[in-house]
């Protein structure tokens, strides 16, 4: 098993600066992808970044390409998400989650997950 919590959510203003951190524990997750997805109202959760725990290999979607920016701290286990230039569609709960697979984007390929934390940005 392995035991994924998020934290740092929040209200933000557009324009403004938010990090999430998940903190990973139990099994070897080493060998893991980890994933930060979002899931807005109405809407299918979907990968926002993705990056493997070895090697430090990400994957971005278009939406957050050039605003976000996924990491990981080895000696902390934990990973990161930090988002700039935040607009008002980035509002979501977001959520960690870790695959023993590659940089999928699909949600199916990702076995666990965080409990989410909810992002805000007010226009």
């Known amino acids: 098993q392995v035991q994924l919590v998020e934290s740092g959510g929040g209200l933000v203003q557009a324009g403004g600066s938010l990090s999430l951190s998940c903190a990973v524990s139990?099994?070897?997750?080493?060998?893991?992808?980890m994933g930060w997805f979002r899931q807005a109202p109405g809407k299918e959760r979907e990968l926002v970044a993705a990056?493997?725990?070895?090697?430090?290999?990400?994957r971005y979607e278009d939406s957050a390409k050039g605003r976000f920016t996924i990491s990981r701290d080895n000696a902390e286990n934990t990973v990161y998400l930090q988002m700039t230039s935040l607009k008002p569609e980035d509002t979501a709960v977001y959520y960690c989650?870790?695959?023993?697979?590659?940089?999928?984007?699909?949600?199916?390929?990702?076995?666990?997950w965080g409990q989410g934390t909810q992002v805000t940005v007010s226009s």
């Open positions: 989650a870790a695959s023993s697979l590659g940089l999928y984007s699909s949600s199916n390929y990702y076995s666990y």
């Open positions: 139990g099994r070897t997750f080493s060998r893991y992808t």
């Open positions: 990056i493997r725990w070895i090697g430090g290999n990400t």
